[in-house]
């Protein structure tokens, strides 16, 4: 288990910022609709009081990209109570440390890349219930490194679903318009223990084959380790195939 951040090295951290020129940003309250969305999922007492949030910088220092694995536990859905494994390994082919494959569960597989600015995007995802890849292009933000705390961006993602019995026959394709916004800093309590977390949410909306899809998702990033929280769909083609008890949210129980 993960000790809660000092305040010895809260400091060291604005401290560097402040050496680099970019002061924390004063703490975000935690917008009504945002704090309604994520108790629906998580539950009261997750999320706590907001903190000083400092820009994400290199997105590697939340996501490594070292071979690593983690247990969640479900707060939400038809799983509800039970935990789950996720993991992530480097691809065998890939020699500089910019690609890999993060498994969730043994049902869902997101391809990984990360670009020479450390910002780090799904290139594909692999949904083995559904028999389909879905493929983005340009490739989906999950870690943006320039962002700094109340600010967005804005990007329009083409997405192609394929058959996986078939890898050339394109069974849905369409576009999602996505704004992926830095709300704030927040104190965290899971689980794994408390946590001062940066909060990233993902707004969706667009159309891909026969399904209209808006929708909104959420990932708390802590330093080290990635996510102590998250509420997501199961996959891009959960928008697709499935109603709404494929959203869910998980917390961090510990670090395998």
């Excluded at 999602?176 to 001062?196: E, F, H, S, W």
């Amino acid at each position: 288990m993960r000790p809660t951040a000092s305040l010895t090295s809260l400091a060291m951290a604005l401290a560097l910022c402040l050496a680099a020129g970019v002061a924390a940003a004063d703490p975000i309250p935690l917008p009504d609709k945002d704090r309604e969305n994520i108790e629906k999922y998580l539950g009261k007492g997750v999320v706590g009081e907001p903190v000083e949030g400092n820009p994400i910088g290199d997105a590697g220092k939340f996501f490594t990209f070292e071979k690593g694995a983690w247990t969640y536990q479900f707060t939400s859905g038809d799983n509800k109570g039970k935990t789950q494994e996720q993991s992530f390994e480097k691809l065998k082919r890939d020699k500089d440390g910019t690609t890999g494959r993060y498994s969730i569960g043994k049902e869902t597989v997101f391809y990984l890349l990360r670009d020479d600015e450390g910002d780090i995007s799904i290139t594909s995802q692999q949904d083995t219930d559904q028999g389909v890849i879905s493929r983005f292009s340009p490739p989906e933000p999950i870690y943006a490194g320039h962002l700094a705390p109340g600010e967005s961006q804005k990007s329009k993602i083409d997405v192609k679903v394929y058959d996986l019995s078939s890898p050339d026959e394109l069974a849905h394709q369409g576009s999602l318009d996505l704004t992926l916004t830095y709300v704030g800093a927040y104190k965290v309590t899971v689980p794994a223990g408390n946590y001062d977390a940066a909060l990233l949410r993902w707004a969706y909306k667009g159309k891909v084959g026969p399904a209209n899809i808006e929708d909104t998702q959420y990932r708390f990033l802590v330093e080290g380790f990635g996510s102590a929280a998250m509420i997501v769909q199961k996959s891009i083609s959960a928008m697709l195939f499935y109603h709404d008890n494929s959203k869910y949210g998980k917390v961090l129980v510990k670090e395998n």
